[in-house]
C-alpha cells in the first residue's frame, strides 16, 4: 500500500508539472501576440460625414464646363445659336435685349398663341400690357405732333396778321394817293388849257405834270402790292 501511494503522489507531480508547463507556455504565448485595435463605427461614420460635406462644397463653388451642341453660326471664342419657336404667337413679353447675358433654361420672351372664339373665327390674343404701351406711344406721337401744329399756326397767325395790317395800310395809302389825284386833276386841267396862251410856263406845266405822273404810278404800285397781300393771305388761310 505505502509503495502505490508512493507511485499515485510521483504520478500527481508529474501532472502537475504537466499542467504548470502547459499554464507557463499559454502565459508567454499570450504575452507575446500583439494587440489589435478594433476603429469605433462613430469616428468611421464622422469621417464619411465630413468627407461627403467637402464633396458638396466643392462642387458648389468650382465653376465646370458644360459641352452642348448647337445650331447656327459659330466664330471663334464665342458660340452664337439660333432660337427657334416652340409654337406660332405673338411676342408680347420680350425679358432680354441684344446684348444682354443670359442663363441656361432662362425666360427670354413670352409667345401668345394662335386661338379660336366661339363663333370659329380665328384671332391672336395680344396682352393688355402691349397695348397699353402702344397706346402711350401713340398718344406721345400725337401730343408731340399737336404741339408742333399748334406752333406752326401760331407763327402763321402771326405772319397773317402782319399782312393784313400791311394791306391796310396799303389800302389807306392808295385811297389817300386816288384823293390827291383827285384834287390836282382840275388844277392841272387848267394849266394845261392856260398853257397855250403863255398865262403858264412850259416848267411849271412840265413839273404839274409830273408830279400827277408820278401820283399815278404809286397808285399803280400800291394796287399791285394789295393784291399780292391778299394772294399771300389767301395762300397763308389755305
Do not use: W
Not at 465653376?63 to 464665342?78: A, D, H, M, N
Not at 389807306?172 to 386816288?178: D, F, H, I, P, W
Not at 394849266?191 to 416848267?203: E, F, N, Q, R
Request: charged share 25%; aromatic share 6%; hydrophobic share 40%.
Amino acid at each position: 500500500m505505502k509503495q502505490k501511494a508512493t507511485s499515485m503522489m510521483r504520478n500527481l507531480q508529474v501532472y502537475k508539472g504537466i499542467f504548470r508547463e502547459e499554464a507557463v507556455a499559454y502565459k508567454n504565448k499570450q504575452q507575446s501576440i500583439s494587440p489589435v485595435s478594433v476603429p469605433s463605427t462613430h469616428v468611421a461614420f464622422v469621417v464619411c460625414a465630413i468627407i461627403c460635406l467637402l464633396i458638396i462644397f466643392i462642387m458648389m463653388t468650382l465653376k465646370y464646363t458644360e459641352r452642348v451642341s448647337v445650331t447656327g453660326v459659330t466664330i471663334p471664342l464665342k458660340g452664337v445659336a439660333t432660337v427657334n419657336a416652340a409654337s406660332g404667337g405673338v411676342i408680347s413679353n420680350l425679358n432680354v435685349h441684344h446684348g444682354d447675358y443670359v442663363h441656361k433654361d432662362q425666360a427670354l420672351f413670352s409667345i401668345n398663341s394662335v386661338m379660336k372664339d366661339s363663333s370659329g373665327i380665328q384671332y391672336t390674343e395680344i396682352g393688355i400690357g402691349l397695348l397699353n404701351k402702344e397706346k402711350k406711344a401713340l398718344e406721345k406721337e400725337l401730343s408731340s405732333k399737336y404741339k408742333s401744329t399748334k406752333e406752326q399756326l401760331l407763327i402763321l397767325d402771326k405772319e397773317l396778321n402782319k399782312r393784313r395790317e400791311s394791306l391796310v395800310i396799303l389800302e389807306r395809302t392808295l385811297l389817300l394817293t386816288e384823293n390827291e389825284i383827285r384834287r390836282e386833276k382840275p388844277f392841272y386841267d387848267k394849266i394845261i388849257k392856260l398853257h397855250p396862251g403863255g398865262a403858264v410856263s412850259d416848267m411849271e406845266v412840265n413839273n404839274i405834270a409830273r408830279n400827277h405822273f408820278n401820283l399815278a404810278i404809286q397808285a399803280e404800285n400800291y394796287k399791285k402790292n394789295i393784291n399780292e397781300e391778299e394772294q399771300s393771305i389767301l395762300l397763308l388761310l389755305n
